[in-house]
């Protein structure tokens, strides 16, 4: 059985950085027939996809066009984790935020408990 | 404004066959399996449909799919109380080289 167990501050200040830890059990982070995924909501944006990263021989990252230039996800092959980086951020950017593992033929089977993040001085 | 569409909200009666539409373009749904996800408050949302008419391990048969160039659909038969929830499609898109995600459809059951 597949876990996710997400860590991280819930709270962030206007230009910081926003930063979520994604922990597996069950499966590995550099599995050649899994990605792992972030993906928000919030009222506004809905189910938003923000990006990932899986091995397939080596490393890969696609992220999407609207956090291109704020975000990094990292993963840890230590300690079978991957990290949410996501830069400059703005009360917009207040959701809540799962992380989820990705198969082949597109879905997200796995997903984290979500962490509500709030954007506020 | 989502890139793939679908109605905000749905109705039937318990025993009811209930159609989810969901509507996109040749870069989504058109060259892409589609997925389909129920969300309850509060919690993470659970696949559904994968791979546009495939259920996993668990799912009713209650619960069926299917795609017809770019648009997709979610059906639900024999309606239950339970199954009062929001849905959502996803598709990968080809020209924004990620995945979107429908505007969600808010399914109550009368």
Redesign the interface.
Known sequence: QVQLQQSGPGLVEPSQTLSLTCAISGDSVSSNSATW?WIRQSPSR????L?RTYYRSRLYN????SVKSRITINPDTSKNQFSLQLNSVTPDDTAVY?C?RG?R?????Y????TPVTVSS | Q?VVTQPPSASGTPGQRVTISCSGSTSNIGS????W?QQFPG?????LI??ND?R?SGVPDRFSGSKSGTSASLAISGLRSEDESDY?C???DDS?????????TKLTVL
């Open positions: 995924n809905g189910l938003e996809w990006g696609d992220y999407a066009v799962y989820a198969l033929l597109g879905q997200f089977d997903w984290g408990q979500g | 989502s892409n399996y589609v997925s996800y919690t993470a949302p659970k696949v994968y791979r495939q996993p959502y996803a598709a990968w924004l080289s990620g995945v979107v995600f429908g505007g969600g």
